[in-house]
């Protein structure tokens, strides 16, 4: 007789109290080789919730991996009680040729829920969201910013939702950002299916910084704790700070192309004309400084030392939870 504590991924069934690493085979290479795709999976002697921990959805976004990869490393994915399930790459063909895409140019984060017999983004999101969701009651899904433009420590989700709103809050990152489901992502396919999903924002692709691991592995045992999960041997630190919640925000584009040379601190609060860097030509004949539109957060810089008119080189704040102001200067 089937015991309904039993958890079954492909093919496997995995009882209460055992530890096991099953693998998706993505597809075989050019060369016959097998691509696979593991799934670490550890579950409780006790029953309780099943979450769901995920990164590498970009295979350039190293800093998620490497939270999730700590995670497991330190055991606390070891539940007190429940499960926890980790994939800390989704994308292993992004992952492998270090590219944010799929080989067939597809972002894996724009195809979901996907189709079993659609393109190999497609077939990938179909199985996490066959095999791996219905079994979930949470999820925690870890990225990093895109190019040379690193992200503060955040987490985003819709606004109206109060049940992630707590659990943001739980989590304790340093913003909170209101950001609705795209289409087609992960997140929003999540939505639908009835699992809440906090994402995680934090860094700069091609890179690993210690402060945006820390922040996102100590919230994942925040999350853990919440849900009487997390093991007994395992210290909870509350945030030094309460998480600032943006409502709105907007990009703040460069008028000028040249050498870039941001000067205000990531998480810092600005004020209206603040100057946030300059902007200059190889030749030292133009010196463009770049100000601030607005009073206003600033949780994301390109740190790329060349950039292009047009191109996106601050995140701001506009409005703030709480704060019933809002900003309407152009930039």
Same mark, same amino acid.
């Given at each position: 007789?089937?015991?309904?504590?039993?958890?079954?991924?492909?093919?496997?069934?995995?009882?209460?109290?055992?530890?096991e690493?099953?693998?998706?085979?993505?597809?075989?290479?050019?060369?016959?080789?097998?691509?696979?795709?593991?799934?670490?999976?550890?579950?409780?002697?006790?029953?309780?919730?099943?979450v769901?921990?995920?990164?590498?959805?970009?295979?350039?976004? *190293?800093? %998620? @991996?490497?939270?999730?990869?700590?995670?497991?490393? !330190?055991g606390? &994915?070891?539940?007190?009680?429940? #499960?926890?399930?980790?994939?800390?790459?989704?994308?292993?063909?992004?992952?492998?040729?270090?590219?944010?895409?799929?080989?067939?140019?597809r972002?894996?984060n724009?195809?979901?829920?996907?189709?079993?017999?659609?393109?190999?983004?497609?077939?990938?999101?179909?199985f996490v969201?066959?095999?791996?969701?219905?079994?979930?009651d949470?999820?925690?899904?870890?990225?990093?910013?895109?190019?040379?433009r690193f992200?503060?420590?955040?987490?985003?989700?819709?606004?109206d939702?109060?049940?992630?709103?707590?659990?943001?809050?739980?989590?304790?990152?340093?913003?909170?950002?209101?950001?609705?489901?795209?289409?087609?992502?992960?997140?929003?396919?999540?939505? *639908?299916? %009835? @699992?809440?999903l906090?994402?995680f924002?934090?860094? !700069?692709?091609? &890179?690993?910084?210690?402060?945006? #691991?820390?922040?996102?592995?100590?919230?994942?045992?925040?999350?853990?704790?919440?849900?009487?999960?997390?093991?007994?041997?395992?210290?909870?630190?509350?945030?030094?700070?309460?998480?600032?919640?943006?409502e709105?925000?907007?990009?703040?584009?460069?008028k000028?192309?040249?050498?870039?040379?941001?000067?205000?601190?990531?998480?810092?609060?600005?004020?209206?004309?603040?100057?946030?860097?300059?902007i200059?030509d190889?030749?030292?004949?133009?010196?463009?400084?770049v100000?601030?539109?607005?009073?206003?957060?600033?949780f994301?810089?390109n740190?790329?030392?060349?950039?292009y008119?047009?191109?996106?080189?601050?995140?701001?704040?506009?409005?703030l939870?709480?704060?019933k102001?809002?900003?309407?200067?152009?930039v």
């Open positions: 007789m089937e015991n309904k504590d039993d958890l079954h991924i492909l093919g496997q069934t995995i009882k209460l109290g055992k530890s690493t099953v693998t998706f085979e993505v597809a075989k290479l050019h060369t016959r080789n097998t691509l696979e795709v593991p799934i670490i999976i550890e579950r409780s002697k006790k029953p309780g919730p099943t769901l921990i995920t990164a590498g959805i970009h295979g350039d976004e *190293i800093n %998620g @991996v490497e939270i999730v990869r700590q995670i497991i490393a !330190k606390i &994915n070891k539940p007190k009680i429940g #499960t926890t399930i980790c994939v800390p790459v989704i994308n292993v063909f992004g992952f492998l040729n270090m590219d944010r895409e799929f080989p067939d140019g972002d894996l724009r195809v979901f829920p996907g189709t079993n017999n659609g393109s190999l983004a497609s077939r990938v999101a179909y969201m066959t095999e791996i969701v219905p079994h979930v949470f999820a925690m899904d870890f990225h990093t910013g895109g190019a040379d992200n503060s420590a955040q987490v985003r989700i819709e606004k939702d109060p049940k992630l709103e707590e659990l943001a809050h739980v989590f304790g990152a340093p913003f909170i950002y209101y950001s609705k489901n795209l289409n087609k992502s992960f997140r929003n396919a999540c939505s *639908i299916a %009835g @699992v809440p906090l994402l924002e934090g860094g !700069k692709s091609f &890179n690993i910084d210690s402060n945006i #691991t820390n922040t996102g592995v100590n919230g994942a045992k925040r999350i853990l704790n919440h849900f009487g999960m997390l093991n007994s041997k395992f210290k909870v630190s509350e945030p030094k700070e309460k998480p600032i919640v943006i709105d925000s907007k990009w703040l584009r460069a000028f192309s040249g050498m870039f040379k941001p000067t205000v601190k990531i998480n810092s609060y600005v004020t209206k004309d603040d100057i946030l860097g300059n200059t190889p030749y030292g004949t133009f010196n463009h400084f100000k601030a539109p607005n009073s206003g957060y600033i994301n810089v740190e790329s030392p060349i950039i008119q047009g191109d996106a080189i601050f995140h701001i704040s506009t409005a939870k709480d704060d102001s809002t900003v309407t200067e152009s």
